[in-house]
Protein backbone atom coordinates (compact mmCIF):
# COMPACT_ATOMS: atom_id res chain seq x y z
CA UNK A 1 0.00 0.00 0.00
CA UNK A 2 1.31 3.05 -0.96
CA UNK A 3 1.90 5.76 1.68
CA UNK A 4 2.97 9.38 2.37
CA UNK A 5 3.00 10.71 5.59
CA UNK A 6 3.72 14.62 6.18
CA UNK A 7 5.20 15.68 9.45
CA UNK A 8 6.86 19.03 10.64
CA UNK A 9 3.94 21.93 10.03
CA UNK A 10 2.51 23.99 13.05
CA UNK A 11 2.90 27.85 14.07
CA UNK A 12 5.47 29.85 12.99
CA UNK A 13 6.01 33.75 13.39
CA UNK A 14 6.44 35.59 10.05
CA UNK A 15 9.94 35.89 8.55
CA UNK A 16 10.76 32.42 10.44
CA UNK A 17 11.43 29.25 8.78
CA UNK A 18 10.29 25.25 8.84
CA UNK A 19 11.01 22.28 7.19
CA UNK A 20 8.55 19.76 5.91
CA UNK A 21 9.11 16.04 5.54
CA UNK A 22 6.96 13.57 3.46
CA UNK A 23 8.29 10.15 4.47
CA UNK A 24 7.34 7.44 1.49
CA UNK A 25 6.35 3.83 1.66
CA UNK A 26 4.87 0.88 -0.59
CA UNK A 27 6.16 2.14 -3.97
CA UNK A 28 10.07 2.47 -5.46
CA UNK A 29 10.22 5.56 -4.12
CA UNK A 30 13.55 6.22 -6.93
CA UNK A 31 11.09 6.30 -10.00
CA UNK A 32 8.83 8.67 -9.39
CA UNK A 33 8.91 12.39 -8.70
CA UNK A 34 7.54 13.77 -5.28
CA UNK A 35 5.32 16.68 -5.12
CA UNK A 36 4.39 20.06 -2.82
CA UNK A 37 1.00 21.17 -3.34
CA UNK A 38 -0.49 23.38 -0.74
CA UNK A 39 -4.13 25.01 -0.02
CA UNK A 40 -4.83 27.94 2.17
CA UNK A 41 -7.79 27.78 4.56
CA UNK A 42 -10.87 27.68 2.22
CA UNK A 43 -8.61 28.12 -1.19
CA UNK A 44 -7.91 25.93 -3.86
CA UNK A 45 -5.17 23.85 -4.43
CA UNK A 46 -1.26 25.33 -5.55
CA UNK A 47 1.31 23.78 -7.08
CA UNK A 48 4.26 24.58 -4.88
CA UNK A 49 7.37 22.64 -6.16
CA UNK A 50 8.35 19.11 -7.62
CA UNK A 51 11.62 16.69 -7.10
CA UNK A 52 13.01 13.97 -9.07
CA UNK A 53 15.40 11.05 -8.22
CA UNK A 54 18.64 12.52 -9.64
CA UNK A 55 17.67 16.04 -7.86
CA UNK A 56 16.07 17.86 -10.37
CA UNK A 57 13.59 20.47 -8.87
CA UNK A 58 10.91 23.53 -9.95
CA UNK A 59 9.54 25.68 -7.73
CA UNK A 60 6.19 27.86 -8.40
CA UNK A 61 7.40 31.80 -8.97
CA UNK A 62 5.55 32.48 -5.27
CA UNK A 63 8.03 30.04 -3.42
CA UNK A 64 11.22 30.68 -5.18
CA UNK A 65 14.12 31.71 -3.42
CA UNK A 66 12.60 31.18 -0.30
CA UNK A 67 11.83 27.72 -0.20
CA UNK A 68 13.50 24.30 -1.09
CA UNK A 69 12.64 20.68 -1.85
CA UNK A 70 15.28 18.42 -1.36
CA UNK A 71 15.29 14.27 -0.61
CA UNK A 72 16.88 11.45 0.85
CA UNK A 73 16.78 8.30 -1.14
CA UNK A 74 17.98 6.29 1.47
CA UNK A 75 15.35 7.30 3.94
CA UNK A 76 12.98 7.60 1.10
CA UNK A 77 12.12 11.04 2.56
CA UNK A 78 11.36 14.11 0.73
CA UNK A 79 11.52 18.01 2.51
CA UNK A 80 10.47 20.72 2.33
CA UNK A 81 12.85 23.61 3.73
CA UNK A 82 10.56 27.16 4.30
CA UNK A 83 12.37 29.85 4.65
CA UNK A 84 11.24 34.08 5.06
CA UNK A 85 7.46 32.64 5.72
CA UNK A 86 5.09 35.08 4.87
CA UNK A 87 1.17 35.12 6.47
CA UNK A 88 -0.03 33.92 2.64
CA UNK A 89 1.76 31.03 3.26
CA UNK A 90 -0.26 29.71 5.61
CA UNK A 91 -2.06 26.71 4.16
CA UNK A 92 -2.31 22.73 4.23
CA UNK A 93 1.27 21.29 2.89
CA UNK A 94 0.31 17.90 0.70
CA UNK A 95 3.16 15.72 -0.31
CA UNK A 96 1.97 14.00 -3.74
CA UNK A 97 3.07 11.26 -5.77
CA UNK A 98 3.55 11.98 -9.47
CA UNK A 99 1.11 11.19 -12.46
CA UNK A 100 0.03 8.66 -13.23
CA UNK A 101 -1.37 7.93 -9.49
CA UNK A 102 -1.16 10.75 -7.89
CA UNK A 103 -1.36 9.62 -4.12
CA UNK A 104 -1.74 11.72 -1.59
CA UNK A 105 -0.86 12.26 2.10
CA UNK A 106 -2.93 13.77 4.92
CA UNK A 107 -1.34 17.07 4.51
CA UNK A 108 0.00 19.01 7.54
CA UNK A 109 -0.52 22.54 8.31
CA UNK A 110 1.34 25.64 8.42
CA UNK A 111 0.32 28.33 9.98
CA UNK A 112 2.19 31.76 9.85
CA UNK A 113 1.48 34.41 12.48
CA UNK A 114 2.41 36.75 14.90
CA UNK B 1 2.38 30.70 -13.74
CA UNK B 2 -1.31 31.95 -14.08
CA UNK B 3 -3.97 29.28 -12.71
CA UNK B 4 -6.25 27.38 -15.31
CA UNK B 5 -9.55 28.92 -15.85
CA UNK B 6 -12.48 26.83 -14.29
CA UNK B 7 -15.90 27.27 -13.55
CA UNK B 8 -16.48 28.37 -10.18
CA UNK B 9 -19.35 25.75 -9.87
CA UNK B 10 -21.98 23.28 -12.13
CA UNK B 11 -24.99 21.63 -11.06
CA UNK B 12 -27.11 18.61 -12.57
CA UNK B 13 -29.39 16.35 -11.02
CA UNK B 14 -28.72 12.77 -9.44
CA UNK B 15 -28.86 10.64 -12.99
CA UNK B 16 -27.84 13.62 -15.16
CA UNK B 17 -24.89 14.64 -16.82
CA UNK B 18 -22.38 17.42 -16.15
CA UNK B 19 -19.18 18.50 -17.80
CA UNK B 20 -16.25 21.08 -16.32
CA UNK B 21 -13.71 22.65 -18.30
CA UNK B 22 -10.36 23.25 -18.06
CA UNK B 23 -8.95 25.92 -20.29
CA UNK B 24 -5.28 26.90 -20.52
CA UNK B 25 -2.68 27.66 -23.37
CA UNK B 26 -0.43 25.43 -25.93
CA UNK B 27 2.15 25.90 -23.29
CA UNK B 28 0.29 23.87 -20.76
CA UNK B 29 -2.62 22.19 -21.45
CA UNK B 30 -2.46 22.03 -25.02
CA UNK B 31 0.87 20.86 -25.22
CA UNK B 32 1.35 18.23 -23.25
CA UNK B 33 -0.69 14.98 -22.49
CA UNK B 34 -0.47 15.53 -18.85
CA UNK B 35 -3.41 16.67 -17.31
CA UNK B 36 -4.93 15.22 -14.43
CA UNK B 37 -8.53 15.53 -12.80
CA UNK B 38 -9.11 15.69 -8.42
CA UNK B 39 -11.55 15.40 -6.77
CA UNK B 40 -11.94 16.87 -2.84
CA UNK B 41 -14.44 15.98 -0.45
CA UNK B 42 -14.73 18.52 2.71
CA UNK B 43 -11.88 17.71 4.32
CA UNK B 44 -10.36 15.32 2.44
CA UNK B 45 -7.09 14.81 0.84
CA UNK B 46 -7.89 15.13 -3.35
CA UNK B 47 -7.89 12.19 -5.25
CA UNK B 48 -7.29 11.51 -8.69
CA UNK B 49 -10.53 10.61 -11.34
CA UNK B 50 -7.91 11.14 -14.24
CA UNK B 51 -4.87 11.41 -14.99
CA UNK B 52 -2.98 11.89 -18.32
CA UNK B 53 -6.07 13.48 -20.04
CA UNK B 54 -8.17 10.42 -20.49
CA UNK B 55 -6.52 7.50 -18.39
CA UNK B 56 -9.11 6.64 -15.33
CA UNK B 57 -7.16 5.20 -12.64
CA UNK B 58 -7.88 1.63 -11.06
CA UNK B 59 -10.78 2.14 -8.48
CA UNK B 60 -12.71 5.01 -10.13
CA UNK B 61 -15.59 5.03 -11.63
CA UNK B 62 -16.53 4.40 -15.19
CA UNK B 63 -18.92 7.35 -14.65
CA UNK B 64 -15.43 9.93 -15.20
CA UNK B 65 -14.35 10.30 -18.37
CA UNK B 66 -11.49 13.09 -19.92
CA UNK B 67 -11.34 14.39 -22.95
CA UNK B 68 -9.07 17.86 -24.73
CA UNK B 69 -10.20 19.93 -27.21
CA UNK B 70 -7.31 22.59 -28.26
CA UNK B 71 -6.63 24.27 -24.76
CA UNK B 72 -9.44 22.78 -22.95
CA UNK B 73 -9.43 20.04 -21.11
CA UNK B 74 -12.92 18.82 -19.95
CA UNK B 75 -14.39 16.05 -17.27
CA UNK B 76 -17.39 14.42 -17.76
CA UNK B 77 -19.57 12.52 -15.02
CA UNK B 78 -22.48 10.75 -16.30
CA UNK B 79 -25.54 9.51 -14.16
CA UNK B 80 -24.60 11.80 -11.55
CA UNK B 81 -24.66 10.60 -7.91
CA UNK B 82 -25.27 12.10 -4.66
CA UNK B 83 -21.40 11.32 -3.45
CA UNK B 84 -20.01 13.22 -6.30
CA UNK B 85 -20.58 16.30 -4.77
CA UNK B 86 -17.52 17.61 -4.23
CA UNK B 87 -14.21 20.01 -5.44
CA UNK B 88 -12.97 18.95 -9.05
CA UNK B 89 -9.27 21.00 -9.53
CA UNK B 90 -7.56 20.44 -12.75
CA UNK B 91 -3.69 20.24 -13.42
CA UNK B 92 -1.15 20.36 -16.25
CA UNK B 93 2.44 20.61 -17.00
CA UNK B 94 3.68 23.48 -18.23
CA UNK B 95 6.19 24.51 -20.79
CA UNK B 96 8.49 26.31 -17.67
CA UNK B 97 8.65 22.57 -15.87
CA UNK B 98 6.28 23.45 -13.47
CA UNK B 99 2.90 22.46 -12.81
CA UNK B 100 -0.56 24.53 -12.91
CA UNK B 101 -3.58 23.83 -11.44
CA UNK B 102 -7.12 25.33 -12.07
CA UNK B 103 -9.26 27.24 -9.80
CA UNK B 104 -11.30 24.82 -8.77
CA UNK B 105 -15.02 23.98 -9.60
CA UNK B 106 -17.69 23.21 -6.87
CA UNK B 107 -19.93 20.57 -8.05
CA UNK B 108 -23.46 20.63 -6.35
CA UNK B 109 -25.85 17.60 -6.90
CA UNK B 110 -29.30 19.08 -6.90
Known amino acids: EVQLVESGGGLVQPGGSLRLSCAASGFTFTTYWIHWVRQAPGQGLVWVAH???????AYADSVKGRFTISRDNAKNTVYLQMNSLRAEDTAVYYCVRDRPHWEWGQGTLVTVSS | QSALTQPASVSGSPGQSITISCTGS?????????VSWFQQHPSKAPKVVISDVTKRPSGVSYRFSGSRSGNTASLTISGLQAEDEAHYYC??????????FGGGTKLTVL
Open chain 1, 51 to 57: IFSDGNT
Open chain 2, 26 to 34: SSDVGGYDY
Open chain 2, 91 to 100: ISYTSSGTWV
